[in-house]
C-alpha cells in the first residue's frame, strides 16, 4: 500500500510540474516567477516530501535543492533462456542455473525547485533448479 501511495504522490508531482508551462504567466517586471507557476512548483514539491526519501544527491537543474525518491517501479522478472544459464553455483555439474532480469526505476523530485527525474538500472538474478 505505501507504494501505491508513493507511486500516487510522484504521478501528481509530474502532473503539477508538466502543467506549469500551460499556467499563463503573471509575472512581474522584475523578472519573479508567477504566482500561480510557484503554487503549482510548491504543491508539486510538499507532494513528494509527504512520502518520499530526501537523498544527498544534488539537483542537476538547480544546483540548489536535494533530490526526493518518490518511488520506485520494477518490471517482472525475465528469464534470459537456456542459453544464458550459468553453471551450478552449488558445483553440480549436471545442472544449470537460471538467469533473470529485470529493470527498475527510481523517479526523484527536486526539494527546491521541483524538477523531477528518473534514472533506470538492471538487476539480475540467479535461481537454482534443484
Excluded at 505505501?2 to 502543467?19: C, G, I, N, P, S
Amino acid at each position: 500500500m505505501k507504494h501505491v501511495k508513493r507511486v500516487a504522490a510522484a504521478a501528481l508531482a509530474l502532473a503539477a510540474l508538466f502543467a506549469l508551462p500551460a499556467l499563463p504567466s503573471f509575472a512581474s517586471d522584475t523578472g519573479g516567477e508567477s504566482s500561480a507557476a510557484s503554487s503549482a512548483a510548491n504543491a508539486a514539491i510538499a507532494a513528494a516530501m509527504k512520502d518520499g526519501t530526501v537523498t544527498g544527491l544534488p539537483c542537476g537543474q538547480c544546483g540548489q535543492g536535494r533530490l526526493i525518491l518518490t518511488g520506485v517501479t520494477y518490471t517482472e522478472w525475465v528469464s534470459l533462456g537456456a542459453e544464458k544459464a550459468v553453471p551450478c553455483v552449488h558445483h553440480d555439474p549436471w545442472r544449470l542455473d537460471e538467469v533473470l532480469e529485470r529493470t527498475g526505476t527510481w523517479t526523484y523530485v527536486c526539494g527546491h525547485c521541483g524538477h523531477s527525474r528518473q534514472d533506470c538500472a538492471k538487476e539480475t538474478q540467479y535461481v537454482h533448479h534443484p
